[in-house]
């Protein structure tokens, strides 16, 4: 079984429409992120998380808000999805027990706004 | 400001031959690198990295170069072999600050051809 899942892993909507992204993790880290990725750019950070009383906004949170309901969990929420939200949104966790830390992705979900 | 780069947006290279991947980065806060690899439908995979206190890593058939002095890391894959066929991304933090926070570069596709 993957680390970390996400569902859906493909979703159509449209514009003015709210859509929530879930994130599910079982490697037992702490810390929990969000990152879009559009077409020929890298990952962007939109929210993250250290704990589950913890939410920090990222580099591109306008539109965005997330939930985190157990140190497992991690959702997405687009409010009013916009057509410039389409893209790649992926997942990530990470420990920090470790000083220099590694951030494991889920396999992404796949969003089109209409 | 664009700081982590990778410059050539793809490579081809011919099965069991070396694969070389570049990366520069601006910011010399940097002190952490790290090397994804991420196939079509799936997330980014986390392959090697680097701490600044070293000049190599290796792990089987890929090793990782940093020059700190150029702020440029490289990624060899010797020999490649087709299914390291994949988009290659470089990412960068400051683990004496905000060690949550990945920089990526756009990515590089690779293709390793038979």
């Known amino acids: 079984d993957a680390d970390v899942t996400q569902t859906p892993r493909n979703r159509i909507t449209k514009t003015g429409k709210r859509i929530m992204l879930e994130c599910s993790q079982t490697?037992?880290?702490?810390?929990m992120y969000w990152y879009r990725q559009d077409p020929g750019l890298g990952l962007q950070l939109i929210y993250y998380s250290f704990d589950v009383k913890d939410i920090n906004k990222g580099e591109i949170s306008d539109g965005y808000s997330v939930s985190r309901q157990a140190q497992a969990k991690f959702s997405l929420s687009l409010e009013s999805a916009i057509p410039n939200q389409t893209a790649l949104y992926f997942c990530?966790?990470?420990?920090?027990?470790?000083?220099?830390?590694?951030?494991?992705f889920g396999p992404g979900t796949r969003l089109l706004v209409l | 400001d664009q700081q982590v780069k990778q410059n050539s947006p793809s490579l081809s290279v011919q099965e069991g031959r070396i694969s070389i991947l570049n990366c520069d980065y601006t910011?010399?806060?940097?002190?952490?690198f790290l090397w994804y690899k991420k196939y079509p439908a799936e997330g980014p995979t986390f392959l090697i990295s680097i701490s600044s206190i070293k000049d190599k890593n290796e792990d089987g058939r890929f090793t990782v170069f940093l020059n700190k002095s150029a702020k440029h890391l490289s990624l060899h894959i010797v020999p490649s072999q087709p299914g390291d066929s994949a988009v290659y991304f470089c990412?960068?933090?400051?683990?004496?600050?905000?060690?949550?926070?990945?920089?990526f570069g756009k990515g590089t596709l690779l293709t390793v051809n038979p």
């Open positions: 910011n010399s806060m940097f002190d952490y």
């Open positions: 990530a966790t990470s420990d920090p027990g470790q000083g220099q830390e590694t951030q494991y």
């Open positions: 990412a960068a933090s400051n683990s004496g600050g905000s060690n949550y926070k990945l920089t």
């Open positions: 490697k037992g880290h702490d810390r």
